[in-house]
């Protein structure tokens, strides 16, 4: 690994144009050169202390705080700004920001543990969904400059705090201020709480917390690197680079629960596994699984030795990577199932307890694969699953549309091309809520990311910019 220092891309002569999604990123890519400079750029910066922009977060005040600092972000934000030394203080209100068939099956729609687990609190969180709202004294906000291509949200219990990328390759952070009620009404040189950096050179594709340590946020990128943020220094680390003869549009990411290898698909079809204590260039291994663009892998997250991936040829498979060290260099692989839907599919995604898989098609449906275990030896089939039928024709201009699974809950979302988001249980797959604000939405909330410890949600739109449901 090193520290990162901006260059400009290596940028292949030939884009892939057999699908829309390199269209979109074609047509708005920025031409300038990067600003060289190995440290974090705001657009404004108004002090040079350690406790500037985000960082405050996740740098300690005191060295004895070294027990609890590992795991700043994900312990308390205390409202009160003096008690305690791995508390994050409150932002500064001076912060400025940058400006197969159709038919439904319900043979097999119930999960097995989905209605016996904690049964009593299942309506409460019900209503908490359908009561989500956004509110507060900015309900939407300009946190890209670019059309947002992908969003996370830290784990602080106590804080807000959303970053989105762009298809320019930036990085933007939305630190809400919840101290302000909702009828706060701002001064009028008052802004929220912005901090924007240059994190790459083209489309940031794709971002994850690493599971073990949350002041490291990974990117990739279509400028064929893998890097991570690391909040606290305020630097970015280059993790990997791709060698010349391969694909440089890494996308989807996903990290192991030990934090140390990262999957990364690309557009020739193949997934690389990266060791990340290994140098830059290195890699475990790259792997062709598809004919065509990968657009996603997912490992599973209590089954570790089992990914999902999706693609651009229509396939959705499993696959068992321990077998991928044993075989040759070119040799093909064969998955453990497969599942084919009319149309390329974007996304595929396993539930947080790894039994189920939401996968989201062009051929307007959204399916969910229920009752299977992954732990059985061999998976012969992939069971027949729900089938939601869902407009998913996001177009040139709309980040393609994806179902993320809440990270602690029985449900996922989706947007709506209604200028709405909609919310499906994973059982049965019905509708729980349609969340939506003709008032302050003015396009389509495309991306879409949940809170991991709240009943929260972020949304960012083609415009850069982001609402809070909450």
């Given at each position: 690994m090193s520290i990162y220092v901006p260059e400009k891309a290596r940028v292949k002569d030939a884009e892939d144009e057999s699908d829309h999604e390199e269209q979109q990123q074609s047509s708005t890519v920025k031409t300038e050169d990067q600003p060289e400079d190995n440290e974090v750029k705001k657009e404004e910066e108004n002090d040079d202390s350690p406790t500037t922009g985000i960082r405050k977060y996740f740098k300690p005040k005191r060295a004895a705080a070294t027990a609890s600092t590992s795991t700043s972000a994900s312990a308390s934000t205390s409202t009160s700004t003096s008690t305690s030394t791995s508390t994050a203080t409150k932002p500064s209100t001076a912060a400025k920001p940058s400006s197969s068939s159709a038919s439904k099956d319900t043979s097999k729609a119930s999960h097995p543990t989905a209605s016996t687990s904690k049964p009593d609190k299942e309506p409460s969180l019900r209503r908490k969904v359908q009561a989500l709202k956004i509110k507060g004294p900015w309900p939407t906000v300009k946190v890209c400059q670019g059309r947002i291509y992908c969003m996370a949200i830290h784990e602080n219990r106590d804080k807000i705090l959303v970053c989105g990328g762009d298809i320019d390759g930036n990085l933007g952070f939305w630190d809400l201020d919840e101290s302000k009620g909702d009828d706060y009404e701002p001064?009028?040189?008052?802004?929220?709480?912005?901090?924007?950096?240059?994190?790459?050179?083209?489309?940031?594709?794709?971002?994850?917390?690493?599971?073990?340590?949350?002041?490291?946020?990974?990117?990739?990128?279509?400028?064929?690197?893998?890097?991570?943020?690391?909040?606290?220094?305020?630097?970015?680390?280059?993790?990997?680079?791709?060698?010349?003869?391969?694909?440089?549009?890494?996308?989807?990411?996903?990290?192991?629960?030990?934090?140390?290898?990262?999957?990364?698909?690309?557009?020739?079809?193949?997934?690389?596994?990266?060791?990340?204590?290994?140098?830059?260039?290195?890699?475990?291994?790259?792997?062709l699984l598809h004919e065509k663009k990968v657009g996603c892998v997912n490992v599973n997250p209590k089954y570790e030795h089992l990914i999902v991936t999706s693609s651009l040829d229509r396939t959705m498979k499993i696959w068992d990577v321990r077998t991928f060290g044993k075989s040759k260099k070119d040799e093909a692989l064969a998955e453990i199932a497969e599942f084919t839907h009319r149309l390329s599919v974007t996304s595929a995604m396993w539930s947080p307890d790894g039994a189920s898989i939401a996968s989201t098609s062009y051929d307007d449906y959204v399916r969910i694969f229920n009752n299977f275990d992954p732990a059985l030896p061999d998976i012969q089939e992939i069971p027949e699953p729900v089938r939601i039928p869902h407009n998913n024709q996001s177009g040139r201009w709309v980040t393609m549309l994806r179902a993320v699974w809440a990270h602690q809950f029985n449900w996922f979302s989706i947007g709506n091309m209604g200028k709405a988001v909609d919310i499906y249980s994973r059982g049965t797959g019905d509708l729980m809520a349609t969340l939506s604000d003709r008032h302050v939405l003015t396009t389509v909330p495309a991306v879409n990311a949940w809170h991991p410890n709240r009943v929260v949600l972020a949304s960012g739109m083609a415009n850069g910019k982001m609402v809070i449901w909450r």
């Open positions: 001064e009028e040189d008052e802004e929220p709480n912005i901090y924007s950096y240059t994190a790459h050179t083209r489309t940031l594709s794709s971002m994850q917390y690493s599971p073990t340590d949350p002041t490291k946020l990974f990117t990739t990128s279509y400028d064929g690197s893998v890097r991570y943020l690391d909040l606290g220094k305020q630097q970015f680390v280059e993790s990997y680079v791709v060698s010349p003869d391969v694909s440089d549009h890494l996308g989807s990411i996903s990290i192991d629960s030990k934090g140390q290898q990262l999957w990364v698909a690309d557009n020739d079809g193949a997934v690389t596994l990266k060791d990340i204590r290994t140098p830059k260039d290195k890699m475990v291994y790259r792997k």
